[in-house]
Nanobody, 121 residues
Framework: QVQLVESGGGLVQPGGSLRLSCAASGNIGRIYDMGWYRQVPGEQRELVAAITSGGNTNYKDSVKGRFSISRDNVKNMVYLQMNNLQPEDTAVYFC???????????????WGQGTQITVSS
């Protein structure tokens, strides 16, 4: 099995910054794409940022220039640096990873449990 655990959420004032971390552990053979999604009640989960194993990145338009995704392929970690946070960024943030597990070389998407970010004065 593979587990993803997020950390770093919380309450922040508008204009503030937070850094999310996500650690992947377990029977990991290889991690392909990793990403951050967010969801607010009553709405679909949406992609915020994604990063390939080679470091290519993709962002939701509304976070471009404010958020930055990065990863550490040795530590099996993915990060989301969020600057100039706004109330509309309030959501539960989830990390995900496309993982091939061992020993049976099964590949699937895994999700973390989510971490709440609230942007409010």
């Amino acid at each position: 099995q593979v587990q993803l655990v997020e950390s770093g959420g919380g309450l922040v004032q508008p204009g503030g910054s937070l850094r999310l971390s996500c650690a992947a552990s377990g029977n990991i053979g290889r991690i392909y794409d990793m990403g951050w999604y967010r969801q607010v009640p009553g709405e679909q989960r949406e992609l915020v940022a994604a990063i390939t194993s080679g470091g290519n990145t993709n962002y939701k338009d509304s976070v471009k220039g404010r958020f930055s995704i990065s990863r550490d392929n040795v530590k099996n970690m993915v990060y989301l640096q969020m600057n100039n946070l706004q109330p509309e960024d309030t959501a539960v943030y989830f990390c995900n990873a496309d993982v091939m597990s061992v020993p049976y070389s099964r590949r699937r998407l895994y999700w973390g449990q989510g971490t709440q970010i609230t942007v409010s004065s």
